[in-house]
């Protein structure tokens, strides 16, 4: 059974929808193909799979693309507070080694 | 007189304002509230935050002044809202370079109770299997003590530590020795059944600290706690006078566990804790680690359920100050100093960067390291994440640089992640790391999912609502969120 | 209300510019020093030769004494050890009582504020004679004298020359604690700052208002553009190299409003002040003037105080409440109240006749007692 979902490689990075995939590796088999405007995934499942479960993998799937997605996109842009905060943190540790 | 000027001489030339780094969340009823870099607050209508961000609100309105005053906007009236903001902020972060200042030693996994939601110990006799002994204990002071922070506290944790009274005394001993300046204080958390002169007598000379059980009346108390004779009630609270006798009244405190059980009962629980002279009380949720977890206490209920218990905990005990008697709840103090000052409790669970290994450390009794009590609770359901390393073989360097621990610290920095990046309550909030893996095998898990997220969502609200029009509540508030209070 | 200043009559003046003394009643003393002194004459002329001046309340005839001058008898709580100023014409000031615990010492009328409510109203005039002069009382003060205040105008428009007179406060009285009154906007500047800090004075506290959360406000109030950020930049500077800094409000309709925000944002953004001061409205210089927008009758506003007061309190901020009357405030503001009227200023009126807390009050300030006070004023019996 053969399912496709096809996110706009605008707005979701490719990255992301393979950390989604790669959670769900129990639960079906992905194909990535991205043509440069979209991003084409083909999930196939076992053949036990029932209907609604395969409705709520998909489900899944979806939302775990855009939680990874704006992980990503999140993480790159506070990196200069957060490397900050954590210097800081570890500061008279003696643990952080000047280069 | 002519020579005085009017205030319209005095307000801002330009009509433009910029605005600072804010957030905001709706609070229901058209109302929202907004928070500053610095965790400060406002309310305000839906209209105003609309004009507000869109540059059209009226700098003669009152949440222009508002707003303006409490860092949310600058105009060409004033220009030191940056450094104001940047002294609290930093204020706020400073704290983190102490490092380490909770060192936790699990001196013994031995205990005669068998609380259903214990995650650690066992009921035996075997002490060379379950107690640390003096060579784990040695190591374990030199990597407390290696902290930079000036600050220390060892904490005696267990099982029942006091089954291992003699490497208590041990560690204490030793650490003052070996600690150089350091202000060094000492806690042991314990059931008390065991307590007797001799161990009050050493407690006293060193200023060593109680922390006990009561979980509430007998009844729900003995319940929660069973232990052989069924008595661990009575003797918890033998044990607290006796205590006291020794050591003064301040010098006892008591934690609160709650269970199914306690559902319904919080009133009886808080007139327990002023029963025996408590200041106050930690209403904790439960923990879905260990036992619990395994034996579907935690299942056994969710967020909501639990929110009743605290707030219907929280109005008894506002009722109560009412009434002139002074007491308070420590979860929502932790919290209100977050929103009323720029000071950090060090509560590890409502940190960002999360407080594991950075704030506490566990040394267990087998000399394993753990970056925190839960991590050390989710050892033993068999997931080791957050184990790392060994005092016998590892180095401090390889302790506290183990990815095991700089990952999921980096990983869940609250400003870092997906719904926490942009919360009105970040400020307020943690990272928890911990508690997300525990559930959901991952370090941030997804906030809509999570009842960490969703539990400390609803209290956020509900104080903030609260004090909004009860300046009673304000007041009471203002003076719970004071760290040294 | 003490009158500070007199005209004396004097007949035989030998000295022809404004001079110091000190006041005495002491005979014999050596006459090194006896120059530094004015000799309090008694009625009988108990005349002895060698001292700076004379000085008496009697009406006296020409007694044919050198430098002697018949002070008005309004001036006769002067006593031993205060510090006078006398000029060739007669003119005389107290600068200093060594039984009082309120001695302030004007630097200068000049200021760079307005302030609605201001009790000394600015003079644009060189007056650094006045400055001279406070390097001068600073030999004659006592060393044992507890605190001194510092006042003006704007002290520290002085400059370098504000930092010499700490500096000499520092040398000549090494225990005696001072109480500067400024804008706190010279210390905006760093690098004055750091001199300040440099002088290292022991014990010396610059008292600086806020008077509100809100710049415009505040700015209005001082009648001065951009002194908030100013000032607030100043007081940040001083506490950069840990100096003392005391708050200071002065209450009235046009602070009263956002009292309790600016009390709240001093708690949050300021909350390493040394002391905060709420003060009572005084009935002198441009007060008076400005009557309709700065007159609220305290008893109105009691609660909006002892809401202020809490949030300070609630932040462990050392708070006190000065120039009201125990009889217009709440209960829970009285662990704050200091009876703190001047001694020279304070009185009562009629309905304190019979009140039992007249003791602990601090009174009326007397220009309030003749222009303006609370409508509620009631003994407590």
Not at chain 2, 334 to 353: A, N, R, W
Not at chain 3, 172 to 179: E, G, Q
Request: hydrophobic letters at 35%.
């Amino acid at each position: 059974m053969e399912v496709t979902i096809t996110f706009d490689a605008n707005v979701y990075s490719s990255d992301a929808i393979k950390k989604a995939a790669y959670r769900s590796i129990n639960k079906f088999a992905i194909n990535i193909v991205n043509d440069g405007s979209n991003i084409k995934c083909s999930l196939t499942f076992k053949a036990t799979t029932t209907e609604s479960q395969i409705k709520s993998y998909v489900d899944e799937f979806k939302k775990e693309v855009l939680d990874q997605d704006l992980r990503e996109s999140i993480k790159k842009e506070t990196e200069g507070i957060r490397n900050l905060i954590l210097a800081h943190t570890f500061s008279k540790t003696g643990l952080i080694k000047d280069e | 007189m002519s020579n005085f000027q009017t205030i319209e001489f005095y307000k801002n030339k330009k009509k433009e304002y910029s605005l600072l780094p804010f957030r905001f969340e709706c609070l229901g009823e058209n109302n929202y509230v907004v928070t500053n870099l610095a965790g400060e607050h406002l309310i305000i209508t839906r209209d105003a935050l609309e004009n507000l961000v869109r540059h059209k609100l009226n700098s003669s309105s009152a949440d222009y002044v508002n707003l303006r005053a409490k860092h949310f906007l600058t105009d060409d009236k004033t220009q030191i809202a940056k450094e104001l903001l940047s002294i609290k902020l930093r204020t706020k972060y400073s704290v983190l370079s102490e490092f380490t200042g909770l060192h936790i030693f699990v001196v013994s996994l031995r205990c005669e109770h068998s609380c259903p939601y214990c995650q650690v110990s066992r009921q035996s006799d075997d002490k060379v299997k379950f107690d640390m002994s003096t060579e784990v204990a040695d190591r374990s002071i030199d990597l407390a003590l290696r902290s930079p922070s000036k600050n220390i506290k060892i904490e005696f944790q267990g099982g029942e530590p006091l089954l291992n009274f003699q490497l208590i005394k041990y560690i204490v001993l030793a650490s003052k020795t070996r600690g150089g300046d350091k202000n060094i204080s000492f806690v042991i958390a314990t059931n008390l059944a065991l307590i007797n002169e001799e161990i009050l007598i050493f407690c006293k000379e060193h200023k060593i600290l109680i922390s006990t059980s009561l979980d509430g009346p007998k009844e729900i108390h003995n319940t929660n706690r069973p232990r052989p004779k069924g008595n661990s009630y009575e003797k918890a609270v033998e044990g607290i006078q006796l205590a006291r006798e020794y050591l003064g009244i301040d010098s006892v405190s008591a934690l609160m566990t709650t269970t199914q059980n306690s559902l319904g009962h919080v009133k009886e629980i808080i007139d327990e804790y002023l029963k025996y002279s408590f200041l106050g009380i930690f209403l904790r949720p439960l923990s879905p680690y260990g036992f619990a977890l395994k034996t579907k206490t935690y299942a056994a209920y969710n967020a909501d359920v639990w929110h009743e218990f605290y707030m219907e905990g929280l109005e008894y005990i506002i009722d109560l100050n009412r009434k002139g008697i002074k007491f308070r709840e420590y979860y929502t103090s932790t919290i209100l100093t977050k929103m009323f000052t720029s000071q950090e409790v060090g509560y590890v669970d409502l940190m960002s960067p999360s407080g594991i290994g950075i704030a506490a450390v566990v040394y267990n009794y087998d000399g394993s390291v753990y970056a925190s009590d839960e991590s050390r609770m989710l050892a033993e359901m068999g997931d080791n994440s957050f184990e790392l390393g060994n005092v016998l073989i590892n180095s401090y360097e390889d302790i506290f640089l183990n990815p095991k621990l700089l990952d999921p610290i980096e990983e869940s920095f609250a400003f870092s992640v997906p719904m926490c990046n942009e919360c009105a309550f970040e400020a307020y909030c943690g990272a928890d790391p911990v508690f997300h893996h525990g559930v959901f095998k991952d370090f941030i898990g997804r906030k809509p999912d999570s009842e960490f997220c969703k539990r400390n969502m609803k209290i956020f609200k509900y104080l903030i609502k609260r004090m909004e029009h009860d300046p009673y509540v304000k007041k009471l508030f203002m003076s719970w969120a004071q760290p040294n209070a | 209300m003490l009158k500070l200043q007199g005209n004396a009559i004097s007949l035989d003046v030998k000295f022809n510019k404004r001079a110091l003394f000190i006041v005495t009643k002491r005979a014999g003393l050596p006459s090194t020093i006896k120059a530094k002194y004015a000799f309090l004459l008694d009625s009988y002329l108990n005349y002895e030769e060698g001292y700076g001046a004379y000085i008496s309340f009697d009406k006296v005839q020409g007694s044919g004494i050198s430098n002697h001058f018949h002070l008005p008898i309004e001036m006769n709580y002067l006593a031993d050890g205060d510090v006078i100023s006398i000029e060739p014409s007669g003119r005389i000031n107290s600068l200093f009582r060594k039984n009082s615990a309120h001695n302030t010492i004007l630097l200068t009328e000049q200021c760079n504020h307005y302030c609605l409510m201001c009790s000394q109203p600015p003079k644009n005039i060189d007056d650094s004679w006045l400055l001279d002069e406070a390097m001068a009382l600073l030999e004659l003060i006592p060393r044992e004298t507890v605190n001194i205040g510092f006042s003006g105008g704007e002290p520290t428009l002085y400059g370098d020359r504000f930092l010499g007179l700490i500096n000499k406060s520092k040398l000549m009285l090494p225990r005696t604690s001072i109480d500067v009154l400024s804008n706190g906007r010279a210390f905006s500047d760093l690098f004055f700052t750091a001199n300040y800090a440099a002088t290292n004075h022991p014990d010396c506290v610059i008292g600086i208002p806020i008077y509100s959360d809100d710049p415009a406000r505040h700015d209005y109030v001082v009648q001065a553009e951009g002194a908030f950020d100013e000032t607030i930049q100043g007081i940040l500077n001083l506490k950069k190299y840990r100096q003392k800094v005391e708050i200071r409000i002065v209450i009235h309709k046009q602070t009263i409003e956002r009292l309790v925000q600016t009390c709240e944002f001093i708690a949050r953004n300021l909350l390493f002040v040394d002391h905060v001061a709420l003060m009572g409205l005084e009935m002198m210089g441009f007060t008076r003037a400005n009557l309709d927008q700065l007159w609220i009758d305290p008893f109105e506003y009691k609660n909006i105080l002892s809401e202020a007061v809490g949030v300070l309190s609630s932040y462990g901020i050392n708070t006190s409440v000065y120039n009201h009357q125990l009889c217009v405030i709440n209960d829970d503001v009285l662990p704050y109240y200091k009876k703190s009227i001047s001694d020279w200023k304070n009185e009562y009126v009629d309905q304190c006749n019979l009140c039992v807390k007249k003791s602990e009050c601090g009174g009326f300030f007397s220009s309030s007692k003749l222009h303006r006070y609370s409508d509620h004023i009631k003994a407590v019996i």
